[in-house]
């Protein structure tokens, strides 16, 4: 793991009128590194998630994605600076088959003089896809089916999988596995691992605690808008019991005070 | 081709982790099996049996009623008349009286599959017709300055290009306001085509107070003679079914209609597209005016009546969904000859118009019924 900076927040708030959402969040992720972030239901985790992506704009503080000061004025500005985002409301169109979902505007195209009429290159689209199924030990074994066919696991699994195509450099899941099966979060969750393995960096919201200790370095913990604790998990010294108190508050890190 | 070892690769290895799926526990296991039984069956394929099934009713009654005397509908064993067993006569006036209206349904095809509906496509042709006439007028009838003039000398016996872009300009115009409405005030489709079918409807009873406009040029009235109308159906027909299975235009039309705010996520100017969309349906809808008026020799103020509702009727029949992002252009023509067939059907066994209203209603309805039918049953699958 390199001691690159990918993302760093400095103060970052969020007020909705009167409802601190998120206040002062100061947070930093090195580059190939996994975190968890982790936190009671409106501890403000999706906001958190929401300020970084541009889905929602910041009421104050800084973001630096890559080393410079960003301000996204949506979530495809974001992904153009390369953050892919699996948001919990899968954003797939139902009709369209595996490829059509992971090129969905940016396909591969010929012909290019015709503008909007110009041709798709199917192969090409198709061959990327089952590159990028490979690459993240995804099976889908007809991708020209339509998604609305697919089992929530497998249309998590394309959702994924587009995030991986397109070699971002960061990736968000916003609890990926929230509503799959054992097998399917089994299969989310080797995706995650390929990426590791790949050195891609991510970022996951997730309440399983099992799995957070399973995948990631380190969790960042939430509490009523502010970042409660920042812990190592890969020394071993820390439990779940320890990171459930401080998402209850019945413990809060050292240097956290604020949030207490 | 050269996707097929990566294919093959995939494959083989799904097999091999199959059978000992059991013990595997990390890498590469899920519930992702292949199943035949849940491969699409395409939607086309159950109009083609309905209209084969409606075919096969229509003959069976020839055989059956008794005032009918034995007769077939689209055959004629008779071999000496044309060399075919096909009754080429009536099978030729079946397409010929879809085509005019089918050319509208292709633009209300991928209006429907984008998530919207126009209702004002029938009145357009009414406006269209009378606007396109007038610019392809002639000079002389019969050795008489043409009684029917709109305009003055100067728009007389213009080249055939001049009303032909003077329809498409007016479809385009009414197109872009219909789709700006839809993409920019966000009021829904049925509000702003309904509003439009009204205006329409005005327009083409203003431009000449309700008179009639006749007598066009040679040229323009060789555009809808004869079997023309057919021919522009088929060529707009595989143009249609080209844009939108082969190009970005027709897939970001599916994105759209089956998941808008997916499609804004992923970077498709959804305004932009469906004023795109909706410009195309009207200017097909302009030309299938320049072709009606051509065929007719003549444009009138009422023209196009509940042509907005036949093509949208064809749309549906073919299995386009009024949900969006399903159906296509081939759906849409097979519908078109559904509707042909029954039309023809109804007068072939001597039964009223007002039954075939009554039948035309009927197999609206069931084909929506189907097609939900069917939605639901493979979303339980």
Known sequence: MSNNIILETRDLTKHYGGVHALEGANFKLRDGEHIAIMGDNGAGKSTFVRQITGVEQRTRGDIIFGGKPVQFSGPLDAREAGIETVFQTLALADDLDVPDNLFLGREITKWNFLGPFRRLDYRAMREATLAGLEKTAVKIPNIRNSIRNMSGGQRQCVAIARTATFHSKLTIMDEPTAALGVQETAQVENIIRTLKEAGEPLILVSHNMRQVFELVDRVVVFRRGRICADLDITKGDITGEDVVAYITGAKTQEGYEDAA | ?381
């Open chain 2, 1 to 381: 081709m050269r996707a097929a070892p990566a294919i093959r690769r995939i494959i083989g290895r799904e097999r091999l982790e199959g059978e000992n799926m059991a013990d595997q526990t990390s890498h590469g296991i899920g519930g992702l099996t292949y199943d035949k039984s849940k491969r699409a069956w395409p939607n086309e394929a159950n109009v083609f049996i309905a209209l084969v099934l409606i075919i096969l009713a229509f003959e069976a009654l020839g055989q059956i009623l008794p005032y009918m005397d034995n007769t077939s509908m689209l055959f004629d064993f008779n071999t000496n008349r044309d060399g075919t067993i096909l009754n080429v006569a009536r099978i030729k006036i079946v397409i010929l009286q879809v085509s005019i209206i089918g050319i509208i349904s292709l633009g209300v095809t991928q209006v429907i599959i984008s998530g919207g509906i126009d209702l004002s496509s029938g009145p357009l042709v009414g406006a269209a017709a009378m606007i396109v006439m007038s610019f392809g007028q002639t000079e002389l009838v019969n050795g008489q300055i043409n009684p029917k003039a709109v305009f003055g000398p100067w728009a007389f016996d213009l080249p055939v290009i001049v009303p032909i872009l003077a329809g498409l300009a007016f479809g385009a115009l009414i197109g872009c306001v219909n789709g700006s409405l839809i993409a920019f005030t966000r009021i829904p489709p049925f509000i702003a085509t309904l509003g439009m079918f009204l205006i329409c409807r005005g327009i083409s009873q203003w431009w000449t107070k309700g008179q009639p406009v006749s007598f066009p040029t040679e040229q323009f009235a060789a555009i809808g003679s004869g079997m023309m109308p057919v021919v522009w159906f088929a060529l707009l027909a595989i143009l249609l079914f080209f844009i939108m299975k082969f190009t970005v235009y027709g897939k970001h039309t599916y994105a759209i209609g089956s998941n808008e705010d997916a499609a804004r996520m992923s970077g498709i100017n959804v305004k932009r597209h469906k004023v795109l969309v909706y410009m195309i349906a009207s200017m097909l809808a302009a030309f299938a005016a320049v072709v009606l008026s051509s065929k007719n020799l003549t444009a009138q103020a009422g023209m196009g009546q509940f042509y907005e509702l036949y093509a949208i009727a064809m749309a549906v029949i073919g299995g386009v969904s009024l949900t969006g992002g399903r159906g296509s252009i081939v759906g849409t023509v097979l519908g078109a000859m559904v509707f042909g067939v029954i039309q023809s059907g109804f007068t072939f066994i001597k039964l009223d118009a007002f039954y075939q209203l009554m039948a035309m209603g009927t197999i609206i309805i069931g084909a929506v019924v189907l097609d939900q039918y069917r939605q639901q049953r493979s979303m339980a699958g």
